[in-house]
T-cell receptor, first 114, second 114 residues
């Protein structure tokens, strides 16, 4: 079956530090890949996505590249801000086995200190 | 913001009592989902719906039932709540089934079963 593995958290950084959150996946088909973000007390919202190999998703300074050869979709940001403190979820959608339903990783808590 | 309202937002109940959570959307989206969020597990799909009166099970459906009599409402029922069902429940909606479709999430319903 499908699965998503994220790096263990929590992650604590200082403002303006470089961020990487690792995500690897297992899927039987050709998945679409997503990063969702959850701010405190809120639901999840889409941060970025990529639908085919070598695509790069980007939004709000965050980037992730769909690497089929390493089955990875690592999230990066060059300079984090306090307002980036949130929980980040990697997810995949595999049409062959699950339609548009998403399989999520366990989430990575990011705290950015001023 | 997508028009998704979950109710109640917080509920404390006792083991063995029935509980119904409601998700109401104003977007006229066809697909609706119920997820639960637990530490170490990310989000896991309970049930989903692909139209009025059309529902199916997700990966953690035991102990839960759903109903969708109108496009805008998707109800999640715990017939006899157990402590293992203490969780945060999220409703999500989508207007497409294809790969890359975005899910829009409600703000969550926190359920505590004593």
């Amino acid at each position: 079956g499908n699965s998503v593995t994220q790096m263990e958290g929590p992650v604590t950084l200082s403002e303006e530090a470089f961020l990487t959150i690792n995500c690897t996946y297992t899927a039987t088909g050709y998945p679409s890949l997503f990063w969702y973000v959850q701010y405190p007390g809120e639901g999840l919202q889409l941060l970025l996505k990529a639908t085919k190999a070598d695509d790069k998703g980007s939004n709000k300074g965050f980037e992730a590249t769909y690497r089929k050869e390493t089955t990875s979709f690592h999230l990066e940001k060059g300079s984090v801000q306090v307002s980036d403190s949130a929980v980040y979820f990697c997810a995949l959608s595999d049409m062959e086995t699950s339609g548009s339903r998403l399989t999520f990783g366990e989430g990575t808590q990011l705290t950015v200190n001023p | 913001d997508a028009g998704i309202t979950q109710s109640p937002r917080h509920k404390v109940t006792e083991t063995g009592t029935p509980v119904t959570l409601r998700c109401h959307q104003t977007e006229n989206h066809r697909y609706m989902y119920w997820y639960r969020q637990d530490p170490g597990h990310g989000l896991r799909l309970i049930h989903y719906s692909y139209g009025v009166k059309d529902t199916d099970k997700g990966e953690v459906s035991d102990g839960y039932s759903v109903s969708r009599s109108k496009t805008e409402d998707f109800l999640l029922t715990l017939e006899s709540a157990t402590s293992s069902q203490t969780s945060v429940y999220f409703c999500a909606i989508s207007d497409r089934k294809g790969p890359g479709g975005e899910l829009f999430f409600g703000e969550g319903s926190r359920l505590t079963v004593l």
